[in-house]
């Protein structure tokens, strides 16, 4: 069993950034596909970015202003969010899987409110 814990969100002006955390029990250099993923309220479940291997992958919506990356070293896979939107509003999961084809384990998410 892998259990990850997300952290870093919080409130924030637009504009502004925050720096997501996902905390993994184990090595995560077996773990072949990381990803952050969101939802908002009444909105169903969508992928934000996402580690294929070494391969990254972005939601047209963050492009350019997240990006992921991760610290093999300390377990642990993170999201820079940049020049945040309103409507980047979500609460943000971290989800780790061995093969692509399967569901994996989720974390407990960290809520991000971007709002004047």
């Known amino acids: 069993q892998v259990q990850l814990v997300e952290s870093g969100g919080g409130l924030v002006q637009p504009g502004g950034s925050l720096r997501l955390s996902c905390a993994a029990s184990?090595?995560?250099?077996?773990?072949?596909?990381m990803g952050w993923y969101r939802q908002a309220p009444g909105k169903e479940r969508e992928l934000v970015a996402r580690?294929?291997?070494?391969?990254?992958a972005y939601s047209d919506s963050v492009k350019g202003r997240f990006t992921i990356s991760r610290d093999n070293a300390k377990n642990t896979v993170y999201l820079q969010m940049n020049s945040l939107k309103p409507e980047d509003t979500a609460v943000y999961y971290c989800?780790?899987?061995?093969?692509?084809?399967?569901?994996?384990?989720w974390g407990q998410g960290t809520q991000v409110t971007v709002s004047s």
């Open positions: 989800n780790a899987r061995y093969k692509i084809d399967t569901v994996g384990y």
């Open positions: 184990g090595s995560i250099s077996s773990l072949n596909v």
């Open positions: 580690f294929i291997h070494s391969i990254t």
